[in-house]
Each structure stands twice: as structure tokens, then as C-alpha cells.
């Protein structure tokens, strides 16, 4: 494991809650049902090496891993509390799982060593210029023809996520999501990407992007 010192924010702001975080996700935010849509999108193959970025407590990792068992999965956070319940998970599960702790921005692996990246909510925890670095990263690491698929918080297409946009703009790191930019900034350093649908979640409007390395 690699460890690395910068700051993050936790998965739901402040540590106390995360025992809270998997019950959340699956009854308020309905994570299975897009993590399910974004590995569909991602056509994952035998032999494939994939990396979910930011994976939290594991359960993108462990689904693709469930879903392609022969593909290698690959998950790093820099939250190490929320590693070990990933790992916990993948254990009992009998989806093995290599996790990783460290940062977005300065990945641990080699250049062209993942054929699909993938990210589920966790690019608004960064700000613009570590969503910058963290683009080039994701670049760095897929192999030519790589893709790149992430669901994270986007411009509001609903009523309901147009009237939540200006409490969301609260927060810095969403602001860049909200404005409907991560295609511009994870497509600067060479992917083709696009958005290819919503979500909607009680926490605002999703948005599925994806990204190839031409
Ligand atoms: C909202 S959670 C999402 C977790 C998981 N992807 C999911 O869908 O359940 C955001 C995660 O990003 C991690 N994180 C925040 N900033 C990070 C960074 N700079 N590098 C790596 N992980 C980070 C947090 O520790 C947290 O686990």
C-alpha cells in the first residue's frame, strides 16, 4: 500500500458519520442501480485491469469484480477507515480486490496500466486545480483506448436539481460539476468525452460521463 499526506474531505464530510455511509448510499442515494448503469457503460471485458477512483467502501470495485471475473479490480481512496471496510466486503463477498490508499492526484501505478477507470461520486470532493491534476493522472494510467466512466454530480437537467444548484454552489468543489465542466476538464488532456445521460438522486441531478484516449 502506498500512502500519501494531503487533505481530503470524507466520503460524507465528517468522519462520525462514516459507519453511516453504505446504508445511505443504498437507501437514500440508490447507489447500486447507477453503479449497475456505469458498468454497463463501461463494457467491461476478460482480462481488463480497471480502477475506480475515490472507491470509498468498495462497492464499484467489488460489483465490477462480481460482473467480470476475469477482470483485475483496483480500488484506491485516501481514507484508509473506509479501505478497511471496503476490504471487509470484498472478503466476504469472495470478490477480491486490490485497495489502495492514496490520492486522485498522484496515482500509484504506472502509466498504461488500466483499461478502464472508473469513479463514482467522488470527483466533487476536489477542487479545480486537483481536478486538473487528477485529469491528468486518469490519462496517464489507461493504456491507448482506454476509457474513462464517471458518475458524479452534473449540470442540473431536473426542476428539482435546478432548485437545489444554488445550495450546492455552497461548496467549492462541486461548483466546476454543477457548471457542467468535468467533460472540458477531463477531456484536456487528450480523451474524447461526453456526457451520455442522468440520474436523479435526493442529493441533486447525476450525470454519466465518459472519456476515451484516442
Ligand atoms: C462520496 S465518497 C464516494 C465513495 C465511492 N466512490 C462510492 O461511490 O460510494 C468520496 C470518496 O472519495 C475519497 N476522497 C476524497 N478526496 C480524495 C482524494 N483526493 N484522493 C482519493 N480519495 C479521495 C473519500 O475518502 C471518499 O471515500
Excluded at 3 to 23: G, N
Excluded at 102 to 119: I, K, Q
Excluded at 143 to 169: A, C, N, R, S, V
Aim: neutral net charge; contains cysteine.
Amino acid at each position: 500500500m502506498t500512502e500519501t499526506k494531503q487533505d481530503y474531505i470524507p466520503a460524507l464530510s465528517y468522519r462520525f458519520l462514516t459507519p453511516f455511509y453504505d446504508f445511505i448510499q443504498k437507501y437514500i442515494v440508490r447507489d447500486v442501480r447507477y453503479k449497475t448503469l456505469l458498468i454497463e457503460q463501461a463494457k467491461i471485458q476478460p482480462g481488463h485491469h480497471v480502477l475506480d477512483l475515490g472507491c470509498g467502501t468498495g462497492t464499484l470495485a467489488i460489483m465490477v469484480k462480481q460482473s467480470q471475473p476475469n477482470a483485475e479490480a483496483f480500488g484506491l481512496d485516501a481514507d484508509p477507515d473506509m479501505l478497511k471496510v471496503a476490504k471487509q466486503k470484498s472478503d466476504e463477498k469472495h470478490a477480491p480486490v486490490t485497495f489502495d490508499v492514496g490520492f486522485t492526484n498522484l496515482l500509484p501505478y504506472p502509466d498504461a496500466s488500466f483499461d478502464r477507470v472508473m469513479s463514482t461520486i467522488m470527483i466533487h470532493h476536489l477542487k479545480t486545480p486537483d481536478k486538473i491534476r487528477t485529469a491528468k493522472e486518469v490519462f496517464r494510467v489507461l493504456k491507448p483506448g482506454g476509457e474513462l466512466h464517471i458518475i458524479d454530480f452534473g449540470k442540473p437537467t431536473t426542476i428539482y436539481g435546478k432548485l437545489l444548484g444554488p445550495f450546492l454552489h455552497k461548496f467549492e468543489e462541486a461548483n466546476d460539476n454543477i457548471d457542467g465542466k468535468l467533460p472540458e476538464i477531463f477531456g484536456a488532456p487528450g480523451l474524447k468525452t461526453e456526457i451520455l445521460g442522468g440520474f436523479w438522486t435526493f442529493f441533486g441531478d447525476l450525470a454519466f460521463l465518459k472519456g476515451v484516449k484516442r
